[in-house]
Structures are given as structure tokens and as C-alpha cells.
């Protein structure tokens, strides 16, 4: 899966940073935390009684913010495909009530349904047909809305997975969402929640 070897391009960044967003191949945790904060934003609800799919969870970082926030989902269920982030994210989870962490491939695996999927990251080094496929399981897997970001940009990358407000908007329209996009945030990235009419 994935642009380049998915394994390699985390499992070295993880042997030279270790536990922090640099393994992630975020630029600092700064730039982490604010995609935190825009997708929490963007969930706007108390969670504390729903579920949440934390899609390409990395270190469960995403659960570490909510915390902090005063946030914390009825239950949190984090999705990796990298063996290494699963194993480090059971390990600070181990304490946590409530959570869940499994090894999962979001584009081939059963999915566990959720309130709410969210995905920060997960797909910055994605193909176009996966990401849509990985989009599309999210949306489908929820119960209320996908909430999730990408890298904004032409796609003219070999490495990282860059797209337009309006592709997402199309794909939106062919899964039958209501679609918010959040932008200037950062450069080059853009966040959006997909929305089940139903509700």
C-alpha cells in the first residue's frame, strides 16, 4: 500500500525519532497538535458517549489531545497497519479504559462501525484509487461522520499524496455526504468532515 514502501518509510523515521510526531513524519509537534485541533473542531460533539475510530492512529496521539481537552470518547478504538506504531500505542494505552488497539488495513480489513472515523495523517503517502477506497470505508464504517485530513496540493508528487478541495468534493457528492472543508490552518493541508444525511 501506498506511494512508496509504507513499512520502511515509518519503521526507519520511528528508529530515528522514536515516540514523538517526527516518527510520524509530522514537521514538529506544533503542526500535529494544530490537525488536532481542527479535526476536533470539526467532530464538534461531547463524545462522551459515542465511539471513535481513530484510522492510522500512529501512537494514539489523537487520544492523548482528546484527554487533554477534556474529550474522551465512550470508547476509542485505534487502527494501524504498522506492527511497531501498534505495539508502542498498546503500551501507552495500557492504563486507558476504554481503548482499544489493533494492527488494521483500513483498505482490506473488516471495520469496526463508530459513531465517528477520523484519520489525521493516515493517508499522506497513499495512491489516489486507495486513498478514495480508505475515504470511502471510513465514511461507510460511520455512524455519523469521517472527519479526516489531507495534503493540499496539484498531484505531481512520487512520495506524498497531495489533493484538491474540489476532488474531495466530488467524491463527497458520489458517497452521498455533506462535505465542510476547513482550510489555511497550515500550508499545503486542508481538513473536511463527511456527514451522513441521515443525520
Not at 488494521?104 to 486513498?131: Q, W
Request: with cysteine; hydrophobic share 40%; glycine share 6%.
Amino acid at each position: 500500500m501506498g506511494r512508496i514502501d509504507n513499512s520502511q518509510f515509518y519503521h526507519d523515521s520511528l528508529q530515528r525519532h522514536g515516540d514523538t510526531a517526527k516518527a510520524l513524519h509530522w514537521n514538529n509537534e506544533y503542526t500535529q497538535i494544530k490537525r488536532f485541533e481542527v479535526l476536533h473542531n470539526l467532530i464538534d460533539d461531547e463524545l462522551s458517549h459515542a465511539t471513535l475510530v481513530d484510522a492510522g492512529c500512529g501512537f494514539a496521539d489523537f487520544y492523548t489531545f482528546l484527554e487533554r481537552h477534556g474529550n474522551l470518547p465512550q470508547k476509542y478504538i485505534g487502527l494501524d497497519l504498522m506492527p511497531d506504531m501498534v505495539l508502542k500505542a498498546k503500551e501507552k494505552m495500557l492504563d486507558k479504559k476504554d481503548v482499544e488497539i489493533f494492527e488494521s488495513d483500513i483498505c482490506h480489513d473488516t471495520l469496526p462501525e463508530a459513531d465517528y472515523y477520523v484519520c489525521s495523517g493516515g493517508m499522506n503517502i497513499l495512491k489516489r484509487f486507495e486513498t478514495n477506497v480508505f475515504i470511502t470505508r471510513c465514511f461507510e464504517a460511520s455512524n455519523k461522520a469521517f472527519v479526516f485530513n489531507l495534503l493540499l496540493g496539484a498531484d505531481d508528487s512520487m512520495v506524498y499524496n497531495y489533493y484538491l478541495p474540489a476532488e474531495i468534493k466530488k467524491i463527497a457528492k458520489t458517497l452521498g455526504a455533506e462535505v465542510e472543508i476547513v482550510q489555511n490552518y497550515l500550508p499545503r493541508d486542508f481538513s473536511v468532515k463527511f456527514v451522513k444525511k441521515s443525520v
